[in-house]
């Protein structure tokens, strides 16, 4: 099939790919034109595993071409993805500007039959929207190609992305008439070869079942963050009971891990903007506000934690692991490292810092600051430092040689962001331990 996949970050790029992989023939658009003139020299404008390859192939093949053009990329499409970015109002609403100006942009350009599909994370409604920016354009022209408007929401994991889309548990297809289902057979079927993965629905049910998905997952999040704080509280231990509760298989272990709360470029704002969708819609959303309430209380917590146990050190210097929201990505939105270090910062702290993807990153995001340096590997943040952060759990910081870290460190305090390290271990090491909801127990 001839598809167009409008925006290539992270989505966009990956469905670009996946569907050029399996196929079909792609037109990648993009008003970003460092991203167009990168992929043109085969460089990847994210860091996503696998996706490189992917692209590298499908290019040499002409199965995938990128432009800017929208006459050339939308012309001759039948199926036209929307997936540009919805990223949060102040209020807390998706600014959906992009996703209707795209929109717009199609259906000036659409030269036969075709259906538009929002891909992009949109709230409740904004197919019809969408049907009317594409109604006002073609209203305009002599020629009326038919245009349907459909909800495809996308499910794929930053850092994992090649392989969900490649191998999704589910495709969630929100269509008004059922035909337009039929579409998303064809396009779906290399996809959904060993069982039928498609689950079609009206639009407005697909819309919000994406919501759903991601506010169930940063409730479990904050659920888990709550107990922590209890755990703190009473001398309980947060894995200890991650580990039972998860063992329960109507509960199941995903998504139970206590940390320094939720980041990224999805939960934070998809939350705010189901916050926001329900004060629009009169139904406020207590539990998602709670969820958010708890995540930013958490992200806080996390960093008043590492400032009360600098206090009283003269000129401190920590090593941080990890920048990026989670590893296996570069993406630092929402990280929720930038607090760290904003805060760390503030208070004249020197920092050094290693992450295997983000610092190119992060080097763009904060002002050049002599009082942090970025280092490349986990080890050459450790000389003299007199505590260790740990922040994202990338591989190469899960097992470190302790005796080594001791060596190069003048200090012996660690704040474990993530739970990775034992605190009956650390402890018994010597190190002044703090986890999240672990303190004050006897654990490996
Ligand atoms: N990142 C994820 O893991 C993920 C997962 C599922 C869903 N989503 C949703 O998918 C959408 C896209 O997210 P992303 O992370 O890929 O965003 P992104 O910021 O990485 O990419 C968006 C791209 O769209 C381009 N763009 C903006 N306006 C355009 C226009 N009018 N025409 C052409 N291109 C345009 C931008 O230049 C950019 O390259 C969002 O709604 C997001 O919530 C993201």
Not at 297 to 308: E, K, P, S, T, W
Request: charged fraction near 25%.
């Amino acid at each position: 099939m001839r598809i167009c996949v409008i925006g290539t970050g992270y989505v966009g790029l990956v469905t670009a790919a996946c569907m050029a992989e399996v196929g079909h023939h792609v037109v990648g658009l993009d008003v970003d034109q460092t991203k167009l003139d990168n992929l043109a020299r085969g460089v990847m404008p994210i860091h996503e595993p696998g996706v490189e390859a992917i692209v590298l192939r499908n290019m040499k093949s002409g199965h995938l071409t990128f432009t800017s053009s929208y006459v050339e990329a939308v012309a001759g499409a039948e199926v036209v993805f929307l997936a540009v970015g919805t990223p949060p109002e102040e209020d807390g609403s998706a600014d959906l500007s992009y996703v209707l100006a795209a929109a717009r942009e199609a259906a000036s350009h659409v030269r036969r039959d075709c259906i538009l599909v929002t891909k992009s994370t949109v709230p409740v409604g904004t197919g019809e929207r969408v049907e009317t920016v594409v109604a006002e354009v073609l209203s305009g022209r002599t020629d009326v190609p038919k245009v349907a408007v459909a909800s495809n929401p996308e499910f794929l994991r930053e850092g994992q992305a090649v392989n969900d889309f490649l191998k999704p548990d589910r495709i969630i297809v929100g269509v008004v008439h059922q035909d337009d289902a039929e579409i998303f057979r064809r396009l779906y079927a290399p996809f959904n070869r060993n069982r039928d993965r498609l689950v079609v629905m009206d639009r407005k049910s697909a819309e919000i079942a994406k919501y759903a998905a991601n506010a169930m997952l940063a409730t479990r999040i904050s659920f888990m963050n709550e107990l922590a704080m209890f755990c703190d509280a009473t001398g309980g231990d947060i894995e200890a009971v991650r580990k039972g509760l998860g063992s329960d298989p109507r509960i199941g272990p995903h998504f139970l891990y206590a940390g320094i709360g939720y980041g990224g470029s999805c939960f934070p704002k998809d939350v705010r903007a189901l916050m926001a969708s329900g004060e629009e819609h009169g139904t406020r959303m207590h539990l998602i506000e709670a969820v958010h309430d708890v995540n930013q209380a958490q992200r806080i917590r996390f960093v008043q934690a590492v400032l009360d146990g600098l206090e009283g050190i003269d000129e401190p210097r920590v090593a941080l692991w990890g920048l990026a929201f989670k590893p296996e990505t570069d993406d630092m939105r929402e990280a929720p490292s930038r607090g760290v270090v904003e805060a760390l910062l503030a208070h004249g702290v020197r920092i050094r810092v290693h992450d295997p993807a983000a610092m190119d990153v992060c080097k763009g995001l904060w002002p050049h600051d002599e009082r942090i340096e970025f280092v490349d590997s986990p080890e050459a943040c450790l000389p003299d430092a007199d505590a260790l952060i740990m922040v994202t759990e990338w591989l190469c910081f899960r097992e470190p040689d302790w005796e080594q870290v001791e060596s190069l460190m003048q200090g012996r305090l660690l704040f474990d962001g993530r739970n990775l390290y034992g605190p009956a271990t650390m402890k018994a090491r010597g190190w002044d331990y703090h986890g999240i909801g672990r303190n004050g127990i006897s654990s490996t």
